[in-house]
C-alpha cells in the first residue's frame, strides 16, 4: 500500500528544507537509516500502518529507535507525521526523498544483476561505459542472480541491457517452438 503522491509531497518538502538549512547530507543519512531500518522490520511497518495503535504511541516507538540517531529536522518531520496521522508513510518517505536526492544532484543508478558477483577489474569497466553513456554521476548497484547461469542483466532508469545466458536460452526455445521447417515427403 503505498501513496507515493504523500510520499513524494513530504519528500520535496522536506528536501526543499535541508537545501534551505545547508543540512542535505545530514538528513539524507536519516533517511537512509529510516529506509534500511524500516525495509528490515516488516514488523515496525505493520506497526506503524495499525489504526489500532495511537498516533503518540507510534510516535514513542519512532523516537525510542532512532532517538539521538536522527538529526533535529527529521526528528520534527517525525513529530509532524504523528500529529497527522500520517507515520505509515516513513519508510516511503524516505525512500522518496532518495530518489530525489540523486535527481537533485544528477546521480544515475544503474543496476546490473549477474550470477556471480563482479571483480574489480569488470565493475570498473561497467562503470566506466555507464558513466560515458550517462554524462553523470553514476551509482552502481550489485545483485547477485544465480538463474542467469551467466552474462549480466544492466538496468538504467528505464532502459535494460540483458546479456545473460539466460535469456539467450528462452531465445532459443522460442525459435524452436517457432520452427518453420516442414517436412515434405
Same mark, same amino acid.
Given at each position: 500500500?503505498?501513496?507515493?503522491?504523500?510520499? @513524494?509531497?513530504?519528500?520535496?518538502?522536506?528536501?526543499?528544507?535541508s537545501?534551505?538549512?545547508?543540512?542535505?547530507?545530514?538528513?539524507?543519512?536519516?533517511?537512509?537509516?529510516?529506509?534500511?531500518?524500516?525495509?528490515?522490520?516488516?514488523?515496525?511497518?505493520?506497526?506503524?500502518?495499525?489504526? /489500532?495503535?495511537?498516533?503518540?504511541?507510534?510516535?514513542?516507538?519512532?523516537?525510542?529507535?532512532?532517538?539521538?540517531?536522527i538529526?533535529?529536522? @527529521?526528528?520534527?518531520?517525525?513529530?509532524?507525521?504523528?500529529?497527522?496521522?500520517?507515520?505509515?508513510?516513513?519508510?516511503?518517505?524516505?525512500?522518496?526523498?532518495?530518489?530525489?536526492?540523486?535527481?537533485?544532484?544528477? /546521480?544515475? @543508478?544503474?543496476? /546490473?544483476?549477474?550470477?556471480?558477483?563482479?571483480?574489480?577489474?569488470?565493475?570498473?569497466?561497467?562503470?566506466?561505459?555507464?558513466?560515458?553513456?550517462?554524462?553523470?554521476?553514476?551509482?552502481?548497484?550489485?545483485?547477485?542472480?544465480?538463474?542467469?547461469?551467466?552474462?549480466?542483466?544492466l538496468? /538504467?532508469?528505464?532502459?535494460?541491457v540483458?546479456?545473460?545466458?539466460?535469456?539467450?536460452?528462452?531465445?532459443?526455445?522460442?525459435?524452436?517452438?517457432?520452427?518453420?521447417?516442414?517436412?515434405?515427403?
Open positions: 500500500m503505498k501513496d507515493t503522491k504523500v510520499a @513524494t509531497r513530504y519528500a520535496k518538502s522536506l528536501l526543499e528544507l537545501i534551505e538549512l545547508k543540512s542535505l547530507e545530514v538528513v539524507l543519512a536519516d533517511m537512509k537509516l529510516i529506509n534500511s531500518v524500516g525495509n528490515a522490520n516488516a514488523e515496525l511497518v505493520t506497526v506503524l500502518r495499525s489504526p /489500532i495503535i495511537k498516533s503518540d504511541k507510534k510516535l514513542k516507538i519512532l523516537t525510542e529507535i532512532f532517538g539521538n540517531h538529526s533535529p529536522i @527529521t526528528q520534527k518531520l517525525l513529530h509532524l507525521l504523528s500529529s497527522k496521522s500520517r507515520e505509515a508513510y516513513i519508510v516511503d518517505i524516505s525512500e522518496q526523498f532518495v530518489n530525489q536526492y540523486k535527481t537533485h544532484k544528477g /546521480i544515475t @543508478t544503474a543496476i /546490473i544483476s549477474s550470477a556471480v558477483s563482479l571483480d574489480d577489474v569488470s565493475r570498473k569497466r561497467v562503470l566506466d561505459l555507464v558513466k560515458a553513456s550517462a554524462n553523470s554521476e553514476v551509482e552502481l548497484e550489485e545483485q547477485t542472480r544465480a538463474d542467469l547461469i551467466g552474462g549480466f542483466v538496468r /538504467i532508469g528505464d532502459t535494460q540483458d546479456a545473460s545466458v539466460l535469456r539467450q536460452i528462452k531465445n532459443l526455445k522460442r525459435n524452436f517452438s517457432e520452427n518453420p521447417y516442414v517436412k515434405e515427403f
